[in-house]
């Protein structure tokens, strides 16, 4: 079956530095989702990427996806306290199974 | 409009035992997925159903069974259950199955085998 992964698993930062999280797809995935989880809390959804090569920005975050769509990247500029939580991406296999990757959870110490 | 609502939130119960936790999506949605998030295996996929169809099943053993109503309102049963069933168990509904507006997240029901 298809395998998620994420790197790294855990990543802690001061506030105000650069965060970038990756997602590796054993499989070519039809489009890719990204999630955040704070703690405690539920996944939230953040954005969809469908096209090759898609790039799309929401404020500090820029989401990726790789040209031969098996892997993507959430990259987090001047990281705030508010970014604490763990990033999950997800991935449909066939038959829109979602696939949630291993996750990253990142700590930004104040 | 009322988001993804389950129930019960906490639930402690004893090996061998049976449960069963309920999820209401928010309204009009009509694809409801459950997924089992553990500390150590993150979140894995159990089921999904789609107007009261089961779309796709996770790699779980049998003694995890859901449904859904008319209502798109669904259901999950545990039976005979074990330790390692203790988990934060989520419910997901969307309007489509991967669709782009992404999957609304319930709160969960945290579930303790003793």
Redesign the interface.
């Known amino acids: 079956?298809q395998q998620v992964m994420q790197i790294p698993q855990y990543q802690h930062v001061q506030e105000g530095e650069d965060f970038t999280t990756y997602c590796n797809s054993s499989t070519t995935l039809?489009?890719i989702?990204w999630?955040k989880q704070r703690p405690g809390?539920?996944?939230?959804?953040?954005?969809?990427l469908?096209k090759s090569g898609e790039v799309k920005k929401q404020k500090r975050l820029t989401f990726q996806f790789g040209e031969a769509k098996k892997n993507s990247s959430l990259h987090i500029t001047a990281t705030q306290t508010t970014d604490v939580g763990t990033y999950?991406c997800a991935g449909?296999e066939t038959?829109?199974?979602?696939?949630?990757?291993?996750?990253t959870s990142l700590t930004v110490i104040p | 409009k009322a988001g993804v609502t389950q129930t019960p939130r906490y639930l402690i119960k004893t090996r061998g035992q049976q449960v069963t936790l309920s999820c209401s999506p928010i309204s009009g949605h009509r694809s409801v997925s459950w997924y089992q998030q553990t500390p150590g295996q993150g979140l894995q996929f159990l089921f999904e159903y789609f107007s009261e169809t089961q779309r796709n099943k996770g790699n779980f053993p049998g003694r995890f069974s859901g449904r859904q109503f008319s209502n798109s309102r669904s259901e999950m049963n545990v039976s005979t259950l074990e330790l390692g069933d203790s988990a934060l168990y989520l419910c997901a509904s969307s309007w489509i199955a991967g669709g782009p507006e992404g999957k609304f997240f319930g709160p969960g029901t945290r579930l303790t085998v003793l």
């Open positions: 079956g039809s489009n989702q999630y809390g539920h996944p939230v959804f953040l954005i969809q469908v999950f449909p038959g829109n199974q979602f696939y949630f990757g291993t996750g």
